[in-house]
């Protein structure tokens, strides 16, 4: 029997913000690729797009993805056959598969769009508020239940298979476990059980641990950035994965950026926990019985993942609105530029104070340069003559951070002189949202899967 | 035997990020003698000092816990500080909110090692 051939996934979205022609440069730059992965969805995004769909009941959805819809069009209208996987659902996954299905249809496509939700779980909470304490502090739920404003449990491959069997072309989900976006196509490709080959199931889920913040792998945020050819250029991520869960992380010849092993290893480690039980909705996998090879220029192989049954909860992400903020930035350059930068910062809380006879719950002035990045660990240095003072505010009243936002610029003809670098004339005020981990009984929940037709 | 002193970065490299209120940092040694020698000296008491002033702005829990985990088939190790980034990246004022540049400042630890661990694990890149 000849052996199945690799499959070939790539990701060309990190995060909700990553460049939005990535998508369409990845499917050109590898023809050969089977499926392009999406991830937009971090911590808390779901509660930015629960205010926008405040305001617009339509959406709910990163509207960036309409963009790459529309540039990834021409592809499928002439033919190719390109997977696409992603959670730009957010929380409307119904209304982006419509808005996508508006777009390919104009554009002469004829695709199946599968619809994956089920995820919200805010009733849930709402109802049994005596259940779902907080993961990090063990707190109860209690009567914040009542602020929450999105709470969503991440899925697991298991819908995404269904999809892909019954034929999906593009498949948009809600929240779901990031790696699953990669492990889905492969168990399909492969025909492995999701319920039970858990090795298999931990591999892919190590691809897809990988490939989920794109350029991270392939050279971004490494600790020899200095060194990489052709920054400005750098590849996104492909994950050849074979039958046996392996697989080798590579990006399109041409491009910049760099995978090795010192990139892919810091990768596996990057936003884990206790490495001998990374914990997805697909399998607890183990990173211990990682084997890493060099297989070629940019190519690194990774073998040997060990898995094992998933726990009997999904872990869900819920927030609630915290209050509000803005942070702004002034340049400071002269003799004495820290002990400015610092009187500058009680001159602004002070105003605050003299307003509303009290201070903002949270003040933090930092001078960039004197080394408050990184207060107390790394060296102070006050002697330097140029520092970027950053301002930033929180509170529960609205109305205190806006005349905090509008206390900084003024500095520029009241404070020292040699303040400069303003470039808002006021600092954008922005809602907060805390985040309440917790998990719920897999039972609790009930993946929803339907499909479009374009 | 002698001793030069040198930087974490000098024979390691690094990584770190939040998951909620925690923080991890990925340190991975150069080399096996890097990792044998940091399998040592990079205790978890020894990153929960180095961080120890490191609170957060809203926190006044004056101390740091740092669970060390090894992963000597990648010669590296996790480091998790659970409470480093409280109140969470949404609402911490800091400019690192997110704990991006912990893996950029624990390579700045001063250490003393066996002048022979600066041969071929020594690489600066710079």
Not at chain 2, 106 to 119: H, R, T
Request: charged residues 20%; glycine residues 8%.
């Amino acid at each position: 029997m000849p052996a199945v051939p690799v499959l070939r996934i790539g990701n060309a979205c990190g995060f909700w913000g990553d460049a939005p022609d990535a998508p369409l440069r990845l499917a050109t730059q590898a023809p050969d690729l089977d499926v392009l992965t999406l991830d937009y969805l971090a911590e808390v995004s779901m509660s930015i797009l629960a205010r926008q769909r405040e305001r617009h009941s339509e959406l709910g959805y990163p509207r960036d993805f309409l963009d790459v819809i529309r540039s990834l069009a021409p592809l499928w209208a002439t033919g190719r056959r390109l997977k696409l996987v992603t959670n730009a659902g957010g929380l409307n996954p119904r209304g982006c598969a419509s808005a996508a299905a508006a777009i390919l249809r104009e554009a002469g496509c004829k695709l199946r769009i599968a619809i994956v939700s089920g995820d919200n779980v805010l009733a849930h909470l709402r109802n049994r508020r005596e259940s779902f304490q907080n993961l990090e502090t063990a707190e109860p739920l209690a009567n914040l239940a009542d602020r929450l404003v999105t709470a969503n449990a991440y899925l697991g491959a298991a819908p995404i298979v269904e999809a892909l069997q019954s034929r999906a072309d593009i498949v948009i989900t809600g929240r779901v476990a990031d790696p699953s976006l990669t492990v889905a196509p492969a168990a399909v490709h492969f025909g492995w059980n999701v319920s039970s080959d858990f090795d298999r199931l931990a591999g892919a889920t190590v691809a897809g641990h990988l490939i989920e913040c794109g350029q991270q792998v392939t050279g971004g945020i490494s600790t020899d950035w200095l060194s990489l050819p052709d920054a400005a250029n750098i590849g996104y991520p492909i994950a050849d994965i074979a039958a046996d869960g392996s697989c080798v992380i590579t990006k399109p010849p041409g491009t910049g950026g760099r995978v090795d092993q010192h990139a892919v290893k810091e990768q596996l480690l990057y936003e884990i926990g206790d490495p001998a039980r990374y914990v997805s909705p697909d399998a607890t996998v183990s990173f211990l019985t990682l084997a890493l090879s060099d297989d070629g220029p940019d190519r690194v192989r990774i073998s040997g993942a060990s898995g094992s049954a998933p726990p009997g909860t999904y872990k869900v992400s819920a927030t609630y609105p915290a209050g509000w903020r803005a942070a702004a930035t002034l340049t400071i350059i002269g003799q004495n530029a820290v002990a400015k930068g610092r009187r500058c910062g009680q001159v602004v809380r002070d105003r605050v104070r003299r307003q509303f006879n009290r201070e903002p719950e949270e003040f933090l002035a930092e001078c960039l340069g004197a080394g408050d990045g990184a207060r107390g660990v790394l060296g102070q240095r006050d002697d330097v003559t140029e520092v970027v003072l950053r301002l930033a505010a929180r509170d529960a009243d609205k109305a205190t951070i806006e005349y905090f936002a509008r206390q900084i610029v003024p500095l520029v003809t009241s404070g020292p002189q040699g303040t400069t670098g303003y470039f808002d004339a006021r600092p954008e005020v922005r809602e907060v949202f805390a985040y309440w981990p917790t998990l719920i009984a897999r039972d609790c929940v009930k993946p929803v899967v339907e499909f479009m037709e374009v | 035997l002698t001793r030069v002193r040198i930087r974490l970065g000098d024979i390691a490299h690094a990584r770190s990020g939040d998951k909620g209120s925690a923080a991890n940092i990925g340190v991975i040694a150069r080399s096996a003698a890097a990792y044998a020698y940091l399998e040592r000296v990079l205790t978890p008491d020894a990153v929960a000092a180095f961080f120890s002033n490191l609170k957060s702005e809203i926190s006044d829990s004056k101390s740091l816990p740092v669970t060390r985990y090894a992963l000597a088939n990648l010669l590296a190790f996790n480091f998790v500080l659970p409470t480093a980034l409280a109140p969470g990246g949404s609402l911490s004022l800091r400019s690192d909110a997110q704990g991006k540049a912990l893996g950029q400042i624990l390579l700045e630890v001063p250490l003393e090692a066996p002048n022979d661990l600066c041969g071929a694990g020594f690489h600066p890149h710079e």
